[in-house]
């Protein structure tokens, strides 16, 4: 199950994202983010993945695709904190 709530931070949006990023649920997360990003295009848009338990390869991906849009990465849990590691190296390796 996956739960995900826009939250206005003053300056920034945050999608916050509680639960399982997996199968069915990660085009849910992606409508979220491209609704926002339509809606309030130019904002400075940050996941927040502090609640999120699990994610698959689907939401990898997912996660991947935001960050090289500009999408900020938040988590507090050592697995998550790892995914985003491996995101953001992946990133990096691209731009070389």
Same mark, same amino acid.
Request: glycine share 6%; hydrophobic share 45%.
């Given at each position: 199950?996956?739960?995900? !709530?826009?939250?206005?931070?003053? !300056?920034?949006?945050?999608?916050?994202?509680?639960?399982?990023?997996?199968?069915?649920?990660?085009?849910?997360?992606?409508?979220?983010?491209? !609704?926002? &990003?339509?809606?309030?295009?130019?904002?400075?848009? &940050?996941?927040?993945?502090?609640? !999120?338990?699990?994610?698959?390869?689907?939401?990898?991906?997912?996660?991947?695709?935001?960050?090289?849009?500009?999408?900020?990465?938040?988590?507090?849990?050592?697995?998550?904190?790892?995914?985003?590691?491996? &995101?953001?190296?992946?990133?990096?390796?691209?731009? &070389?």
């Amino acid at each position: 199950m996956l739960r995900v !709530t826009v939250e206005d931070l003053e !300056t920034d949006l945050s999608l916050k994202v509680e639960g399982r990023l997996a199968g069915a649920w990660v085009p849910e997360l992606e409508q979220s983010w491209r !609704t926002l &990003i339509r809606r309030s295009p130019g904002v400075s848009l &940050i996941v927040d993945l502090t609640d !999120t338990e699990f994610v698959d390869l689907a939401g990898t991906y997912l996660l991947s695709l935001m960050y090289r849009s500009g999408v900020q990465l938040r988590a507090n849990s050592l697995y998550m904190k790892n995914v985003i590691a491996e &995101i953001t190296a992946q990133a990096g390796a691209k731009r &070389i």
